[in-house]
C-alpha cells in the first residue's frame, strides 16, 4: 500500500499569504493519479486538482499544483478568508487508493 | 447536475452490520465511464476510501476492510449500496458516497451520513 505523507499538520497563515503544502508518496506514483481536494468544516470534500496540476471545475486560479514521482506540492497564491479548510492529497494505483492525513490551514 | 443521497441508520450496534444507500440523480450508475465509491471520515479524523464499485460488477477494496465490506449495484433503482459487517467502535464515522472519475478522482459527493457504533 503506497502511504501519502502529508506536511505541514497545521498551516497558520493570514489572508493575503502564500500556502505551501507538501504531499510524500512512500513510493514513486504516476502524477495522474494524484489529486488534491478541500474541506470545509462539517462540509464534504471539494475535488481542487487531479491529475497532480490540472484545475477541477470552477476551482480558482489561486490553486495550482505541481510535482512528480513521490513528492507533490499543492499551492494557494494568496489566501482568501474561504480558503481556510484542510487539505487532502490522494493517490490511486493498482485498484487501490490512499488519502493523505491531511494539511489544516488556520 | 449529479446528485449523490447516502441514507440509512445512524446507529449501529457492536457486532452487527452497517447497510448504507447511496441514491444516484443526474446521471446513471450504468455508465461505462465512472465508478462509484464509498468513504468515511471518523469525528475528527483524515478520509479513508472504504472500496469501489463498477456497474459490471468489478469492484475493488480498501484491503484493511476488504473482508468486512460488500458494495453493491441496483441499476433499476439507479443506487448502490455499502455493507460494512462486525462493526465496532472504530467504524464510526461520516460515510460518504462519491462518484470516481474521470481522471482517478472522486468529482461529485454526497453530504455524508454520520454512522455511530454503540450498544
Known amino acids: 500500500e503506497i502511504v501519502l505523507t502529508q506536511s505541514p499538520g497545521t498551516l497558520s497563515l493570514s489572508p493575503g499569504e502564500r500556502a505551501t503544502l507538501s504531499c510524500r508518496a512512500s513510493q514513486s506514483i504516476s502524477s495522474s493519479y494524484l489529486a488534491w481536494y478541500q474541506q470545509r468544516p462539517g462540509q464534504a470534500p471539494r475535488l481542487l486538482m487531479f491529475g497532480a496540476s490540472r484545475r477541477a471545475t470552477t476551482v480558482p486560479d489561486r490553486f495550482s499544483g505541481s510535482g512528480s514521482g513521490t513528492d507533490f506540492t499543492l499551492t494557494i497564491s494568496r489566501l482568501e478568508p474561504e480558503d481556510f479548510a484542510v487539505y487532502y492529497c490522494q493517490q490511486y494505483g493498482d485498484s487501490s487508493l490512499t488519502v493523505g492525513g491531511g494539511t489544516k490551514v488556520e | 447536475q449529479l446528485v449523490l443521497q447516502e441514507s440509512g441508520p445512524g446507529l449501529v450496534k457492536p457486532s452487527e452490520a452497517l447497510s448504507l444507500t447511496c441514491a444516484v440523480s443526474?446521471?446513471?450508475?450504468?455508465?461505462?465511464?465512472?465508478?462509484w465509491g464509498w468513504i468515511r471520515q471518523p469525528p475528527g479524523k483524515g478520509l479513508e476510501w472504504i472500496g469501489s464499485?463498477?456497474?459490471?460488477?468489478?469492484?475493488y477494496y480498501n484491503p484493511s476492510l476488504k473482508s468486512r465490506v460488500t458494495i453493491i449495484g441496483d441499476t433499476s433503482k439507479n443506487q448502490y449500496s455499502l455493507r460494512l459487517s462486525s462493526v465496532t467502535a472504530a467504524d464510526t464515522a461520516v460515510y460518504y458516497c462519491?462518484?470516481?472519475?474521470?481522471?482517478?478522482?472522486?468529482?461529485?459527493w454526497g453530504r455524508g451520513t454520520p454512522v455511530t457504533v454503540s450498544s
Open positions: 462519491a462518484r470516481w472519475g474521470p481522471a482517478y478522482a472522486f468529482w461529485y
Open positions: 464499485f463498477y456497474y459490471s460488477g468489478s469492484n
Open positions: 443526474g446521471g446513471s450508475i450504468s455508465t461505462s465511464t465512472y465508478h
